[in-house]
Structure formats: C-alpha cells, structure tokens
C-alpha cells in the first residue's frame, strides 16, 4: 500500500461507518437516555478503541461565545459515556453499542441511594451533576446535540455522527420524533 493510499483511506475514516440513534428530546426530570451506536467496517477489518458519546450545547448567538474571562466557549459538554473496550470488526461486520448518558445526576442518584449507603457522597455527585447542566441551560442561545465518535485505531479523523436533541426544562413538552434515519 502506497503513501497517496493511506492518505486515502484516513480521509475515509479508515472505512468505518458510525450512525448514532438517540431520543429526539429528553427532560431534565429523567435521569438519562440510552444511545445507540452502530459501527460498521466497510472494506478491510478495524479496530475501535473506544467509542464515545457526548451531548453538546453550542451558542449560536455571536454574543454569547465570549465570558467575561475573554476565553471562547465554542462548545459545552453536557454528558458523556464512553465503551472503553477495544474490539475487531471484519469487513462488513457491524457492532452495536448501547451507552446509558446520565443527564440528571440528581435522579440518578437517587435511585442509587439505596443501593450505596452513602448519602453525602450521593449528594455531592447530584448536585455536581445539576450544575453542569444548569449552567449549559441558563443561556437561552444554545442549540444541542449528541455527537457519537468512534476511535479507530490508525485513523487520525475518526467517524462520527450527530443528531439535534432538544433538552427539556421541567414542565416544557418536546415536539417531533427521531426515528434514527
């Protein structure tokens, strides 16, 4: 394989196709969501080292891409889950990889509780969790969306897919449905 080839084939994702499928919204009151990830190796078998999911809040309101400490906030992490566990996939082989994203820390907790017995450790974890996405919730500019990337191994622009997700503050009602087209 010559070096145009492998030039070639990392702008091509080394061959790996992701396609990601999550709820079109989720609520504040819900602990998390499931997201699917589908991988699939095109031509040649791949590695994945891992595959993330995050959901994002970017601004698309020029205004708000500057704090007051001057540094631009392009893009807010809101949640994430990663599968660290490497796996092979052979050509035309696809793997799918369910992700719990804790979006409500404090729910989630709570439903741990029981379970840990440590009810300040609980606390401090859920109100952590609140904070991140409060602070995501309390500019009315952001627009959302979960981004799904697979790390393949030798690849320097890993695949990924994205899809709009609208995030619900208590008492708000969703609108359209994702059928993961």
Do not use: C
């Amino acid at each position: 394989m010559g070096i145009f080839s492998k030039i070639t084939d990392n702008f091509k994702h080394g061959g790996v196709d992701v396609h990601l499928q999550a709820p079109a919204s989720v609520s504040l009151q819900d602990a998390s969501f499931v997201a699917s990830v589908n991988i699939t190796a095109k031509d040649t078998s791949q590695t994945i080292k891992h595959v993330r999911v995050e959901v994002v809040g970017e601004p698309h309101n020029q205004s708000f891409n500057t704090s007051s400490t001057g540094q631009n906030y392009i893009r807010k992490v809101m949640a994430r889950a990663e599968y660290a566990e490497p796996f092979a996939l052979q050509a035309g082989e696809t793997k799918t990889i369910q992700l719990n994203i804790v979006m409500n820390s404090g729910a989630a907790a709570v439903g741990q509780m029981e379970e840990q017995n440590n009810l300040a450790g609980s606390i401090a974890q859920a109100v952590q969790g609140l904070q991140t996405v409060a602070n995501a919730l309390n500019a009315d500019s952001y627009t959302y969306r979960v981004e799904a990337t697979a790390d393949v191994d030798g690849i320097a622009f890993d695949p990924s897919d994205h899809q709009p997700i609208q995030i619900l503050k208590p008492g708000q009602i969703g609108t359209g449905f994702n059928i993961g087209l």
